[in-house]
């Protein structure tokens, strides 16, 4: 019995060697100081934390003091979106986003609506792209705010938050961007996005679940969700998870040393994959940008057959999924490919893939092999005579582990 190939780095990532080395001296042997604290250990867990600010701020081309960290992306985000509202509501009370942001945008946004805010939804095309000239339309006297998410977690489809940044900053409009899922896979910098706000999350790359951070422009006016003491500037109060905090740190270090190296290996690998899930269905529909797109994601909707059943059927051999993790369990389809107009059918076909950096040409090869494999046994022709180059044929026992 071996594991399945790990193809859902876009839910969560697995923590890298490195950053598991650099966290464990904070669990064995400086566990107990708070940073808060006078004496020495107090001075080390803090020395720790603000070592990670720097790193995390310099993969973001940040000052230190713009980074507070968070529990997750999630709090980011609401931190972000309501900690500005709040701070702004006498100027003006209109938000704009889009259509394809995740739960931890819209869900905040909609309590602001129910709180007495406007919302501008905006729609994107079939790719999944919001138009730069929608913004514009949008923009009103009393907006406020724009929050568009970086890359999306499903599609992975790029926004244009640079062009978006030229046009609503110089009217003093603040700017939030969601980049849980680009940083880490394509350079991310603060000032060539001209964003204000920036969502980062940890486990999406390479450090371990229930770190985040925000990026705030120093001048920005927010307020914070929770009150206490006063770490993290205040905004974020609540003694700090030094542990996570190294490893987010650690990881950003790594990604920032590795100069983009790896976007160009996630790329290859992916487009392997899906040259030969092409191969063998020739009908398969990419869904998200052909270029504006993460290097890592392949979501695809495959004919005549749900990707439920696809993912049932293979998975002793491939762990990926229908889109995000956050609706893995309803039977509703995406809410993103709705909005990029697909389908029900082409909708309910869809599978996302997303490779990381451990992921190898084998891993891909085999995961190939067995979801064509699994196509043929659910009924799907063309899969089963496809051409012998990669033993693709619908045979689970060709490719030893
Ligand atoms: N934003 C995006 C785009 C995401 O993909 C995710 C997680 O999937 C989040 C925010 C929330 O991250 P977390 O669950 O770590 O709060």
Not at 20 to 26: L, Q
Not at 249 to 262: M, N, Q
Not at 294 to 300: A, D, F, M, S
Request: hydrophobic content about 40%.
């Amino acid at each position: 019995m071996h594991n399945p190939i790990y193809l859902d780095h876009n839910a969560t990532t697995p923590v890298d060697p490195q950053v598991a080395d650099a966290i464990e001296p904070y669990l064995r042997q400086h566990f107990f100081g708070n940073p808060s604290s006078n004496h020495i250990y107090g001075q080390r867990a803090h020395d720790a934390v603000e070592k990670a600010r720097y790193q995390v701020a310099t993969l973001i081309g940040a000052q230190h003091d713009e980074i507070l960290f968070t529990g997750c992306a999630t709090e980011a985000n609401n931190l972000g979106i309501r900690g500005v509202a709040e701070a702004m509501r006498n100027k003006g009370r209109h938000i704009i986003t889009s259509s394809i942001e995740h739960p931890s945008v819209s869900a905040p946004l909609q309590l602001l609506k129910r709180n007495g805010w406007e919302v501008t939804v905006l729609p994107v095309d079939k790719y999944g792209l919001v138009s730069v000239e929608s913004v514009k339309n949008a923009l009103r006297p009393d907006t406020v705010l724009v929050s568009i998410m970086h890359a999306n977690n499903e599609v992975g489809t790029i926004q244009p938050i640079s062009e978006i940044s030229d046009m609503v900053r110089p009217k003093g409009i603040l700017l939030h961007t969601d980049a849980a899922q680009s940083v880490g896979k394509i350079p991310v910098s603060v000032d060539h996005l001209g964003v204000d706000l920036l969502t980062l999350a940890g486990h999406k790359f390479y450090a371990t679940k229930g770190i985040g951070a925000l990026y705030v422009r120093k001048g920005t006016p927010i307020e914070p969700l929770i009150v206490g003491a006063g770490h993290e500037q205040g905004l974020r109060p609540g003694t700090e998870n030094v542990p996570a905090i190294v490893g987010i740190g650690k990881a950003a270090e790594l990604i920032y040393k590795s100069d983009g190296f790896e976007g160009i290996t996630l790329r290859i690998l992916r487009d392997i994959l899906h040259e030969r899930l092409l191969e063998a269905v020739p009908d398969l529909k990419l869904n998200g940008h052909p270029d504006m797109r993460l290097p890592n994601t392949l979501n695809v909707s495959f004919p005549n057959i749900t990707g439920r059943e696809l993912l049932k059927q293979a998975a002793n051999d491939v762990a990926a999924s229908l889109g995000s993790a956050c609706h893995e369990e309803s039977d509703k389809v995406s809410g993103v490919l709705g909005a990029m107009g697909l389908s029900q059918q082409r909708a309910q076909g869809a599978v996302r893939f997303s490779v990381g950096v451990s992921t190898s040409i084998s891993d891909i090869e085999w995961a190939a092999s067995t979801l064509v494999s699994a196509l043929c046994e659910c009924g799907l022709k063309s899969a089963c005579h496809i051409p012998d180059k990669n033993k693709l044929i619908c045979n689970k026992q060709i490719y030893p582990h």
